[in-house]
């Protein structure tokens, strides 16, 4: 069966260290991977896009990577703050001709000061 | 740019009553739209694709004549839950596409809370 696996327990980490946010997927072959953050009560917030054919992206604080041999994304936040504290989304893309995504179920973040 | 609101931002009905939710591109015209629907501590469920100008297309497991989409212009699209009853009680999210670029990024609404007493 398809599924998008994300860690469902949330990750505590201490300010400054670095998240790292994983993402698995099976029996899915996506053109493109996105990261999203999503606040409580609130619509996910686009922060990141990787194709199929790149490696690692990088904006600022985020990185993120994708292996599409293990089927896995890598999402890192480096030297992180409270303020990054939220839930973050993989979604997979370009499945098929439509633009439509598939979501995992997100993992919360933590960044204790 | 790329500025997406929904209206309202939440809302409470009675059961078998019908609720209209907006969502507007505000600075961008989008020839597609979707729209998901989100439970507590779930993900995003896609419900449908709505394309200006034509029929939206559903997921399968949901129904066309409950969730009535109409996307009249590109820049609105609709979503009407009819008859709504306690189970349809959720936080349904749009997202838009901007016409005429090459990006796959989708722009999410801030999303409308609905419960269906």
């Known amino acids: 069966s398809q599924k998008i696996e994300q860690n469902s327990e949330a990750l505590n980490i201490q300010e400054g260290k670095t998240a790292t946010l994983t993402c698995n997927y099976t029996?899915?072959?996506?053109?493109?991977l996105q990261w999203y953050r999503q606040d409580p009560g609130r619509g996910p917030v686009f922060l990141l896009l990787?194709?199929?054919?790149?490696k690692e992206k990088r904006k600022e604080r985020l990185k993120v990577t994708f292996d599409t041999t293990l089927k896995q994304s890598l999402f890192h936040i480096t030297a992180s703050q409270p303020a990054d504290s939220a839930t973050y989304l993989c979604?997979?893309?370009?499945?098929?001709?439509?633009?439509?995504?598939?979501f995992g179920s997100g993992t919360r973040l933590l960044v204790r000061p | 740019g790329a500025v997406v609101s929904q209206h309202p931002s939440w809302v409470i009905c009675k059961s078998g009553t019908s609720v209209k939710i907006e969502c507007r591109s505000l600075?961008?015209?989008?020839?597609?739209m979707f729209w998901y629907r989100q439970f507590p501590k779930q993900s995003l469920m896609l419900m449908a694709t709505?394309?200006?100008?034509?029929?939206?297309?559903?997921e399968q497991g949901v129904e066309k004549d409950k969730f009535l989409i109409n996307h009249a212009s590109l820049t609105l699209s609709t979503l009407t839950v009819t008859s709504a009853h306690p189970e349809d009680s959720s936080f349904y999210i749009c997202?838009?596409?901007?016409?005429?670029?090459?990006?796959?990024?989708?722009?999410f609404g801030p999303g409308t809370r609905l419960t269906v007493l």
């Open positions: 997202s838009a596409l901007r016409a005429g670029t090459s990006t796959d990024t989708q722009y």
């Open positions: 029996n899915y072959s996506p053109a493109y």
């Open positions: 990787i194709r199929e054919n790149e």
């Open positions: 979604a997979l893309g370009g499945m098929d001709s439509s633009y439509k995504l598939i």
């Open positions: 600075d961008f015209q989008a020839t597609t």
């Open positions: 709505s394309n200006e100008g034509s029929k939206a297309t559903y």
